[in-house]
């Protein structure tokens, strides 16, 4: 039997029709965790479920569209997830959206708008407060304790040229991290965190986004790949999906049983932004 001890429990994973969230269910899955991928993108959470199937047969995968930002779909989320499994024992909070922009930009292109503040503001930062909420309340109801994995960045700490929105949100989770690990430790309940730095492609990184990025900058789209690479990352590479994956695995599973309340850095020891 595995150490991580996962068999049979079941996990919410925002976000995870796609990128990390993708890799983090797959891992999961391995480990014979049943799952709910909640996202905004129903076509693509169906597609994952079914991708699932194939990857370990032994557990159940329920695809529920599912938008962090509305506290009527996030109940939602949570009913239809007791209503298939009975319980929730993990909740990854990975659902999160980065638009690029500068605080003043003076010829008025890509500047920080307050729609656009608002926007990044609901999906990184209500939305984690949303759903841990209402996956909290459940937890401390059944009475078995659980585990809440928020993502974080490495930018929320560091800081980062052009996305400053998106930083601020991220060093926000830092916060929510140690707090709801106050206050819920007495119910047997983790609450912990992972800031990557930079990892392979998802499709967060689209072609708008890059455009906006290497603008911010000053710099051209091809001069920002060449920055993922030049930039100084002491283990000499981006990170992959399934690194973040197992880091996910650890911190929801007993062998990090002690551990609460801290942001773990998974950045091939990158600390600047
Ligand atoms: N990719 C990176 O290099 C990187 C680095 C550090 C942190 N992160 C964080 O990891 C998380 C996942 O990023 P990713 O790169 O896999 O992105 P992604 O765009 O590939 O996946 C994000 C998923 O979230 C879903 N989503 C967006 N808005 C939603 C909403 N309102 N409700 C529910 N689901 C919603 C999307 O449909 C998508 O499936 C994000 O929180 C991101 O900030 C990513």
Redesign the pocket.
């Known amino acids: 039997m595995s150490r991580l001890n996962l068999t049979g429990k079941v996990a919410i994973i925002?976000?995870?029709?796609?990128?990390?969230?993708?890799?983090i269910a797959t891992a999961l899955a391995k480990e014979g965790v049943s799952l709910t991928i909640?996202?905004?993108?129903a076509e693509?959470a169906r597609g994952t479920v079914q991708q699932l199937e194939q990857v370990n047969p032994a557990a159940t995968y329920i695809p529920i569209e599912?938008?962090?930002?509305d506290a009527a779909s996030v109940a939602a989320m949570v009913e239809g997830t007791l209503e298939q499994f009975g319980k929730i024992n993990i909740l990854v909070n990975?659902?999160?959206?980065?638009v690029p922009r500068l605080l003043v930009d003076p010829a008025g292109k890509e500047e920080l708008d307050e729609a656009t503040f608002d926007k990044i503001t609901?999906?990184?930062q209500k939305?984690i407060f949303l759903c841990s909420q209402a996956v909290a309340r459940e937890m401390i109801s059944r009475g078995e304790g659980g585990v809440i994995v928020n993502?974080?960045?490495?930018?929320g700490l560091e800081g980062s040229e052009g996305q400053s929105a998106?930083a601020g949100t991220?060093g926000a989770i830092y916060a929510y991290t140690r707090s709801w690990a106050k206050e819920l430790g007495k119910y047997d309940i983790r609450v912990v965190g992972c800031?990557?730095?930079?990892?392979e492609?998802?499709?967060?990184?689209s072609v708008d986004y890059e455009q906006a990025l290497a603008y911010t900058r000053g710099i051209t789209v091809e001069g920002l790949h060449e920055s993922y690479e030049e930039v100084a990352v002491p283990l000499g590479r981006v990170g992959r999906?399934d690194e973040v994956a197992d880091l996910v695995c650890f911190l929801a599973s007993d062998m990090a049983s002690y551990i609460t309340g801290t942001v773990v850095n998974i950045s091939g020891g990158k600390s600047r932004g």
Request: glycine share 14%.
């Open positions: 925002t976000g995870g029709a796609s990128g990390i969230g993708k890799s909640a996202d905004i993108d693509a599912t938008n962090v930002t990975n659902a999160g959206i980065n609901a999906v990184n939305g993502m974080a960045s490495e930018a998106y991220k800031a990557p730095a930079i990892l492609a998802t499709p967060l990184r999906l």
